[in-house]
Every structure is written in C-alpha cells, then in structure tokens.
C-alpha cells in the first residue's frame, strides 16, 4: 500500500491520492489500512481532495466515499500494483479516474513490496510499517527468498535518495540496519480515534485478542493460555476478535485443546462492539511475531485493558511500556505465566490499565497527520498544510504515563 500526495500551488487545493493494496472494507484489512485511511480522511477533514485508490474483493463497489476520502478500487491482490502505476501516468494524460491530477509527492508504502512509484516520478516518500523478514517464510521458499530480496535489497537501492515514515523506533532501526540513511527515516506513530462510550458487561476473567486472523499473529499462543490455565482461573474465557483466513486452523486448534467452549470468535464486529468486548476484558493479548506498532495496544489502554505482548516483536517495545502500561515477554510459556499474574492480582491489572489509559491520551490522528504534513514539506516545500497547528517533533518518544 502506499500513499501519494499531490502538491500544488498556494492557492490551490491539495489533490492527495492514497495507494493500498486493500481498504478497511477488504475482508484482510487491518491496522496498516487504518493507517493509511485515517491520515487521509484528518487530510480530507483539513480540505484536501483525497483519493484512495486499492485492490477490489468479492462484492465491493467500484467507488464509495468514506469520511470524506474518495475510494477507487481496480486490480486484485497482485495486479493492483501495476495498476495504480498505470493510474499514475494516465493522470499525467487526463486518462482515468485521476483526471490529469498528476501529484508531485508519492507516499509509497511497503507491506512487504513497494510500489514502485519511484518509476514515474521522483518525489517519493516510501511508508514502511515494519520489515517482513519474520512473515515471508508463509510465501514458500521460493516467493520468500524473492520477496526478502525485493524488501531488503532492490528497494532500498531503487529509493536510496528518497524519505522514508515508519511508525516506532524499532522499525526505523530495522531500515537502517538494511542501508537506509538515518537522517532519511521519519517515526510518525499512528493516532487513535476517541474512545466509543460503551458500558463494560461483567466478564469476570475475561481474556481479549483484536487482530487479524494470520499465522504471524500467532493468536495459537492465546489459545494456549486459555487451555494452560483453564483449571485453575474460574471462568476463564477468551473473545477474538477480528477475521482472517486463518480462522478455521485457528478453531481447529482450540477444539484440540479443548477449549473451544471458552473462546468465541466473533470474526469482524462493528466499532461499537468492538470497544463493549474491549471493556469488558481483564487483560489483552498479542502475541504476534511481528508489530510496525500495535494500534489495538492503544485501543485497549483507553478502556484500561493492560497488554501482554512479546519483546521480539519489535513495535511492541514502543507502544507498551513494559511494567508501567502492560507486559513484555520472552516467549509462549512467559506470556502464559505473565497472564497468569495478571489474573491472580486485580490491583496489579488495575495499575497497568490505569497507566495504560492516561497514556493513551497522547495520541491522535491530527497529530499523525501533522507529523506528514512535516515530512512533505521538507519533500517538497510547495506543499501547504491545511492545519493550522503547530508541527510536533514526530521522532520526539512517544508519550510515556
């Protein structure tokens, strides 16, 4: 996915168009795409025209309008690629859905590959979530070498003079260390909407998971909990929440376990229920492999969830304070162990949640909105913000309770 930004005169209004290769609406979209959904629509909310142009899926609509940001959906999961490329360069022309409005900075960001934006223009700034060297194996060992390859060697010399945003510290350190110039990488963290009101339903020992549903999320490990523990915490049970292809491995793997009377899966959920199953839990779970950042750490803390999540995970050691605002661990026997602590002592739960909870409060997408705004106009000093606010440092350490 990748986000391209028109910049234009003064007096003109800014043309944006965003480049995913899925929305929010898309059946595997998640915390990237909210991302990239989010910065647009703070831009569309500030006045500028906003187009996202991503990948169809069965049943969507060709174009919809989404707080304010026009979506354009053409090409599958691959071919959405040299798609927007074509895009592009038929703007340039007055061909297709952009109308001539060539943008002059691209915001090109890589799930893994790129989009190689950098091929027909030159004012790029590459998004980098985090790196994939934990996730190709999934690809086989073909497609991974390849697409390792491709992240770690041909991108960074095809953008060597571009900027590049990532979104926590560990993954600017990780770009470094694969060649990229430090002086070049930019942390603009991700924001967070305002809490929905919802009132908690008593839940008891109640464990929460919000993910997508795919191996490297590694949601196997929370089952594993559930069945470890399951003996001796009363009532025990677990909520998923969020949907993946992955789902039925996962339900298999409860049903072995014998814990599938304790776990619900409640696949995608609206936003009000999400926050209800959010409050309602005693501790978040993520034991994911591999993190950009962790936005559901920071949905949990605003109800004053604490998460468990795991050190090696990179982007977790920067949205989780460990033993201020939730718990870093090790490996699977220390995320059950440290579940379990948590369970047994209310007033060390309620202490990480509270903490949890007022440092949520420092974030917000006009913030992260800002630190882009930030970033295009050292790409391009012609570009006008439509905010109005001061710019924060956006490699300043993330608010800390």
């Known amino acids: 996915m990748g986000i391209l930004v028109g910049v234009m005169s003064a007096s003109a209004t800014p043309a944006v168009v965003l480049l995913c290769w899925r929305d929010l609406d898309h059946p595997q979209g998640g915390g990237s795409e909210r991302y990239v959904q989010r910065v647009g629509a703070e831009l569309a909310r500030r006045g500028a025209r906003v187009t996202l ?29 040299p798609r927007a490329l074509m895009l592009l360069l038929g703007a340039r022309v007055g061909l297709g859905p952009l109308r001539g409005a ?14 190689f934006a950098s091929l027909v223009t030159r004012r790029v700034v590459v998004l980098v979530h985090h790196c994939h060297r934990e996730q190709w194996p999934v ?41 990229v110039d430090e002086d070049r990488v930019t942390v603009v963290r991700a924001g967070i909407d305002p809490p929905l009101s919802v009132e908690a339903m008593p839940s008891g020992h109640r464990l929460v998971v919000l993910s997508r549903l795919v191996p490297h999320k590694q949601i196997e490990h929370a089952l594993d909990a559930v069945a470890a523990l399951r003996d001796d915490v009363p009532g025990l049970g677990l909520d998923v929440v969020g949907g993946g292809w ?34 309602g839990a005693r501790v978040h779970l993520m034991p994911s492999r591999k993190e950009g950042w962790g936005i559901a750490v920071i949905e949990a803390a605003q109800h004053g969830v604490p998460t468990i999540g795991y050190r090696a995970s990179a982007g977790l050691t920067d949205s989780i304070d460990d033993g201020v605002t ?46 882009f705004d930030e970033v295009f106009g050292r790409v391009n000093p012609l570009f006008v913000s439509g905010s109005g606010a001061e710019v924060l440092d956006p490699i300043a350490p993330a608010p800390r309770s």
């Open 53 to 81: 142009l991503t990948a169809a899926f069965p049943g969507c609509d060709d174009e919809v309008t989404v707080d304010g940001v026009r979506i354009v959906r053409r090409g599958g999961r691959l071919s959405v690629y």
């Open 102 to 115: 060539s943008p002059d900075i691209v915001v090109d960001t890589q799930n893994g590959v790129p989009f």
């Open 139 to 179: 690809a086989g060992p073909l497609l991974s070498r390849v697409g390792w390859w491709i992240e770690s060697r041909l991108s960074p010399w095809i953008h060597r003079r571009r900027r590049y945003v990532t979104v926590s510290e560990p993954s600017r350190t990780e770009l470094i260390a694969l060649g």
């Open 246 to 279: 992955w789902d039925a491995e996962l339900r298999a793997h409860a049903r072995s376990l014998g814990v599938a009377d304790r776990v619900v899966f409640h696949g995608h959920v609206s936003e009000e229920r999400k926050h209800e199953l959010l409050a």
């Open 326 to 371: 939730g718990l870093l661990v090790d490996s699977r026997d220390d995320l059950i162990a440290a579940t379990r602590t948590l369970l047994a002592d209310p007033a060390v739960t309620r202490s990480l949640g509270s903490a949890a909870r007022e440092a949520a409060q420092g974030y917000s997408w006009s913030a992260t909105a800002d630190g």
